[in-house]
């Protein structure tokens, strides 16, 4: 049996909890530390897990030959240059960080020390998508005609977290964004269009809802559809139509039943993307583990997050001003 790859993890918020328990029991990694701002927290879920918890980052880094970034987003670029410089190979939830420069500084400085850097987009990973992408690039789809994909939450989360999300379209729609380029290719247009449903939202200038418009060089189209609250479920879907088949994944439901009595018929919905995602989240950190091991390059790199990002930029421009924003793949925004 390969040995499982140690991976020291630092973010223990919710989105960390899940990689910690991922990792507790993967079958190509193991979890070796943990760390969080909180040291009450570390502790908690160290003993929980039966694994070290250590003080601070630097600890973590001399824990274990590669490191987990689940913290705030303010943090990831600094942690990554810190890690890689270190020589240490970097799973880092997205995105890198909210201003570019300091981005490409973190993918430069991971990318000249020769360490994997893979960044959290999980659909990439995700059973479902995998075997559309396949048979997508495979050519069994044809020419790709329309694409269109919904991610919609059941109810927004904490205004704290909002404070410090970036906005909606480099937190929600970004996802979106990456599974774009990823199915179809690259994106030369966005126009968005948003509005908060929520008063709560435009209090602080962002919004709950939006729909973004995507023209690719390959000429096809995109829809993207998202909600902070949809309040009845969880939903991540996606659409692609092409000149030989359509292609589509969907997966609301935990069981494939339903309960019909006298006039109705009722079916389960989930409720997070904890639940929607589990084995994608999972199969992530497998495939970081087999990059380090074989030295192949991470599936969802820097580069990939930087362009997705570059597309979220671009629909923030346009939600603002209202008109379509041009796309240069090589340097972001044109």
């Known amino acids: 049996m390969t040995a499982r790859l140690p991976v020291a993890l630092a973010g223990l918020g919710r989105m960390g909890r899940i990689h910690a328990a991922n990792l507790a029991r993967g079958s190509a990694v193991r979890l070796a530390a943990v760390h969080d701002a909180d040291p009450e927290v570390a502790r908690s879920v160290g003993e929980e897990l039966d694994v070290p918890w250590v003080a601070t980052f630097d600890d973590l880094i001399d824990a274990a030959p590669a490191v987990a970034i689940s913290t705030p987003t303010g943090t990831h670029a600094e942690l990554i240059v810190a890690a890689a410089e270190a020589g240490k ?36 990973f995700d059973p479902d998508w995998v075997v559309a992408a396949e048979r997508i690039h495979a050519g069994e789809l044809g020419e790709v005609t329309l694409f269109r994909t919904t991610l919609r939450d059941m109810n927004p989360p904490n205004p704290a977290f ?38 709560a939202f435009a209090e602080i200038g962002d919004i709950d809802t939006a729909v973004v418009v995507l023209r690719f ?33 969907d ?54 997050a930087l362009a997705a990002f570059d597309l979220a930029a ?13 796309v240069d793949g090589r340097n972001g925004l044109s």
């Open 217 to 249: 060089a390959n000429g096809a189209l995109g829809v993207i559809d998202n909600s902070r609250s949809a309040r009845y479920g969880y939903e991540c879907s996606t659409e692609v139509m092409g000149t030989l088949a359509t292609a589509r994944v």
């Open 162 to 199: 909002l404070a410090h999300s970036g906005g909606f379209f480099a937190d929600v729609t970004v996802h979106d964004l990456d599974v774009a380029r990823w199915l179809v290719g690259e994106v030369v247009e966005v126009t968005a269009h948003g509005a908060a449903s929520d008063p």
């Open 314 to 326: 671009a629909a923030e421009r346009s939600y603002r001003t209202g008109l379509p924003v041009t």
């Open 89 to 124: 190979h970097v799973f880092c939830e997205k995105p890198i960080s909210l201003d570019r420069a300091t981005a490409v500084a973190a993918v430069e400085a991971a990318e000249k020390a020769g360490v994997v850097l893979q960044v959290g987009f999980h659909r990439r």
């Open 251 to 304: 997966g609301a439901h935990r069981h494939n039943y339903e309960w019909r009595t006298p006039g109705w018929a009722s079916r389960d919905l989930l409720s997070n993307f904890g639940e929607r995602h589990r084995l994608a989240y999972i199969a992530e950190l497998e495939a970081f583990a087999h990059s380090v091991g074989s030295g192949e390059p991470a599936k969802v790199d820097g580069r990939a």
